[in-house]
C-alpha cells in the first residue's frame, strides 16, 4: 500500500480558530487497474474533524465530471462551508460505520438455504457441532433470517473500508475477519447458490477492501459443503467454482468440498449413509489443523 500524495493545501482562519484542507491522492492501481482514490481531510488545529473520499471506479463512465474532478468541487465546497460556519467543523463529524467490537468466533458457518429444517441446515448443525466438541467458538448465520442487501457496487469501501449500505452484513464481516475456519453450506439453486447467499459473497467485497486497503488479514481456512437435488457430479458444476472465488478473494484457501448429490430422491441427508460422519470428519480435520497452527 502507497503513501498518499498531498495535492492541494488550504489554511482558513475564522473566529473558531485555523483549518487546513488537505487534498490527497491515493495510487489503488494494486487493487484495480488505474484506480486512484481522492481523499479531502479537515482539521481544526491538528484534530482532524472531516473526512471525505471518492475513488475513480466509484464514477462509472459517462458521467459529467470525473471523481478528480468531484473532489476539486468538494474542496473548494468544503473551504466555502468552513469561512460560512466554522462551528460546524469543531467536533468530528463520522460518517464512516464500524465493525461491532463483539462477534468473534473461531469457526462461521453460512447457511445459505431460505430452508430451516433442510439439508443443509442440518450439515450446518453438525458443522456447529463439532466445533463446540472441539471447544471452539462458533456461530451459524442463517442467512435468509438476516436483513442482507445486494452489493450495488458503488466501491465506497475502498475509500475508508467500509460499506454504506445499513442493514446486518456488518456482523458477516465482523465474524468472517477473525475465524480460523468458514464453512459454506448450500443447496444448489438454477445450477448456483441461493440468491441470498450470493448477496453475502458479493458484499464481502468489503472485506476484500479491507483487506487491500487497510491492511487487515483473513487467516482462515475454508470448506464448501453442497446439496443438490440431481445425481451426478454436473449439478455442481457452476456452485464449486462461485465459493472458491468467494473464499480466494478474501485469501481464503478452500479445502475439498464435501458434495452430496441424488437429494430429490432421498429427500432427507440424515438418511444418507455416512453423510454426517463426512461432514463432521472434514470438519475435524480442518479444526486439527487450525488449532496445531
Known amino acids: 500500500m502507497n503513501e498518499d500524495a498531498v495535492e492541494k493545501t488550504v489554511e482558513i482562519e475564522t473566529p473558531e480558530g485555523t483549518f487546513t484542507i488537505r487534498l490527497s491522492t491515493g495510487d489503488l492501481g494494486y487493487v484495480y487497474p488505474d484506480m486512484v482514490r481522492y481523499t479531502i481531510e479537515v482539521l481544526c488545529g491538528t484534530r482532524p474533524v472531516y473526512t471525505y473520499a471518492i475513488n475513480s471506479y466509484e464514477v462509472p463512465p459517462g458521467s459529467l465530471f470525473e471523481a478528480g474532478k468531484v473532489a476539486e468541487i468538494a474542496f473548494a465546497r468544503l473551504a466555502h462551508d468552513i469561512r460560512s460556519r466554522p462551528e460546524i467543523y469543531t467536533r468530528r463529524r ?14 462461521v458457518i453460512l447457511q445459505g438455504s431460505p430452508r430451516t429444517f433442510g439439508n443443509s441446515a442440518f450439515a450446518a448443525s453438525w ?26 457496487g458503488c466501491y465506497v469501501c475502498y475509500n475508508e473500508g467500509y460499506c454504506p449500505i445499513d442493514d446486518d452484513m456488518p456482523w458477516i464481516i465482523r465474524a468472517i475477519e477473525s475465524a480460523s475456519l468458514v464453512v459454506v453450506c448450500t443447496p444448489v439453486y438454477t445450477n448456483t447458490v441461493p440468491s441470498g447467499l450470493k448477496a453475502v459473497m458479493d458484499r ?9 486497503v487497510l491492511g487487515e488479514e483473513v487467516r482462515a481456512r475454508g470448506l464448501a459443503i453442497a446439496v443438490a437435488g440431481q445425481p451426478g457430479k454436473e449439478p ?26 441424488g437429494l430429490d430422491r432421498v429427500r432427507d441427508i440424515r438418511k444418507i449413509e455416512g453423510a454426517e460422519d463426512e461432514i463432521r470428519a472434514a470438519v475435524r480435520t480442518l479444526l486439527m489443523h487450525t488449532t496445531e497452527g
Open 236 to 261: 455442481f458444476a457452476c456452485v464449486t467454482p462461485v465459493v472458491d472465488a468467494f473464499m480466494k478473494n478474501l485469501g481464503i484457501q478452500p479445502a475439498e468440498p464435501v458434495l452430496f448429490s
Open 204 to 212: 464481502c467485497q468489503w472485506l476484500h477492501a479491507r483487506v487491500k
Open 94 to 107: 463520522v460518517f464512516t460505520r464500524p465493525l461491532p467490537k463483539e462477534g468473534a468466533y473461531d469457526v
Open 127 to 152: 458443522c456447529d457441532d463439532e466445533a463446540g466438541r472441539a471447544g471452539l467458538s462458533s456461530r451459524v448465520f442463517s442467512i435468509h433470517d438476516m436483513d442482507i442487501r445486494p452489493c450495488v
